[in-house]
């Protein structure tokens, strides 16, 4: 199973768009990876909400298709 | 979810202050994540409790769709999810974790 960095970022590209997206590979086997995401999408949202807002947008796929996601969100200065 | 799976949620979360559903046990956690909040509890020497989830499917999948946060480790504060590894890192290294276990008298 898994997902390539393309397809993990096009999902959540499509669900937080106007968002800063950075993801970085953990282990190369399409598994584990870590993601920062800047976007106006998380202000006044505590932290555990932005990282649903995340885990929404992965919907299923977080979990099953994807093992492990590392999350950091932050909200762009103003 | 099966009622007695969400009892049984409901019953941990409830009678425990600090409640933590892992993968594995303090001990011998089979997750590198919930070995992270393990460690973090052990080293603000916060006493909790614990539940593996590997030994019931039923609850491995139930607490997700309970508190509809789809991973596991998590960690209830009072009742109340705190996080999963990566926040409960985050507020430990900014030091909103052992704050909230002081003003809720929990720190041993």
Not at chain 1, 51 to 64: A, N, P
Not at chain 2, 23 to 30: D, E, S, V, W, Y
Not at chain 2, 77 to 91: A, P, Q, S, T, Y
Request: with cysteine; proline share 3%.
């Amino acid at each position: 199973m898994g997902m390539t960095k393309d397809e993990l970022f096009e999902v959540l590209n499509n669900g937080l768009s106007e968002s800063v997206i950075e993801i970085q590979d953990l282990a190369g086997d399409n598994d584990h990876y870590a993601v920062k995401i800047i976007s106006n999408k998380f202000r006044g949202l505590s932290k555990i909400n932005q990282h649903k807002l995340v885990y929404d947008v992965l919907g299923k796929k977080m979990g099953y298709t994807l093992h492990a996601l590392s999350i950091k969100t932050e909200v762009p200065k103003e | 979810m099966d009622k007695k799976i969400k009892e049984s949620i409901e019953q941990e979360i409830n009678s425990n202050d600090v409640h933590l559903f892992m993968k594995g046990t303090p001990l011998f956690p089979q997750c590198g994540f919930s070995s992270t909040v393990v460690q973090i509890l052990t080293y603000l020497e916060v006493p909790f409790t614990t539940t593996n989830v590997l030994d019931n499917e039923g609850i491995r999948e139930g607490i997700k769709e309970f508190s509809n946060w789809p991973t596991i480790p998590q960690l209830y504060v009072k009742g109340e999810l705190m996080g999963g590894c990566d926040i409960i890192k985050e507020m430990f290294e900014n030091g909103e974790l052992k704050e909230i276990f002081e003003n809720e008298n929990l720190l041993s």
